[in-house]
């Protein structure tokens, strides 16, 4: 049972069951990961001869080029996987349990930002810590699916009266 995982993405639109050993768990700092993600770099964890099923949806595909497409739900916007002639990576921060997969190479560190390897260097703060400057966090209802697999889902929709950004952005 130690070699099953699961995950998804926000909504819980798609789910995913991956079965047996993955091959490699990495950090892929290229600028198409970057992009991809959003993100400084790309948490990916290689599915090699693992089981992969789409339990619940599939993802809607990019192809970034020639040779990559990338998954991603097409409700909700999360990065699902990356997948090339080499074989299909998904994202790690997707799994249910994603502390259980730690990277163990950096790929494409030609693109690495400067200070990422800085971070751990930053100050600390738990969400709670912020309330004085953003009260709206005591009261956040989060609409997340949770870190299970579920019988049924359902998206969920925000109530009329939820804040949204102005074009000034507050």
Same mark, same amino acid.
């Given at each position: 049972m130690n070699d099953v995982y699961t995950g998804g993405c926000q909504c819980g639109a798609i789910r995913f069951r991956l079965e047996g050993p993955y091959q490699d768990a990495s950090i892929c700092h290229c600028r198409m990961c970057q992009k991809a993600f959003g993100n400084y770099f790309a948490p990916l964890v290689s599915v090699g001869e693992a089981a992969l099923t789409w339990t619940r949806g599939k993802p809607k595909y990019f192809r970034s080029s020639n040779y990559v497409r990338r998954g991603f739900c097409e409700e909700c916007g999360t990065p699902l996987c990356y997948e090339a002639p080499d074989g299909v990576?998904?994202?790690?921060?997707?799994?249910?349990?994603?502390?259980?997969?730690?990277?163990?190479?950096?790929?494409?560190?030609?693109?690495?930002?400067?200070?990422?390897?800085?971070?751990?260097?930053?100050?600390? +703060?738990?969400?709670?810590?912020?309330?004085?400057?953003?009260?709206?966090?005591?009261?956040?209802?989060?609409?997340?699916?949770?870190?299970?697999?579920?019988?049924?889902?359902?998206? +969920?929709?925000?109530?009329?009266?939820?804040? +949204?950004?102005?074009?000034e952005g507050v």
């Open positions: 990576g998904l994202a790690v921060g997707a799994f249910d349990e994603p502390g259980r997969i730690a990277p163990t190479v950096q790929f494409g560190v030609e693109g690495k930002v400067d200070y990422v390897d800085h971070l751990h260097e930053l100050p600390e +703060r738990v969400t709670e810590d912020d309330l004085a400057a953003a009260p709206f966090l005591a009261h956040i209802v989060n609409y997340q699916h949770p870190d299970h697999d579920t019988h049924e889902w359902s998206p +969920r929709t925000e109530p009329a009266d939820h804040w +949204r950004p102005t074009e």
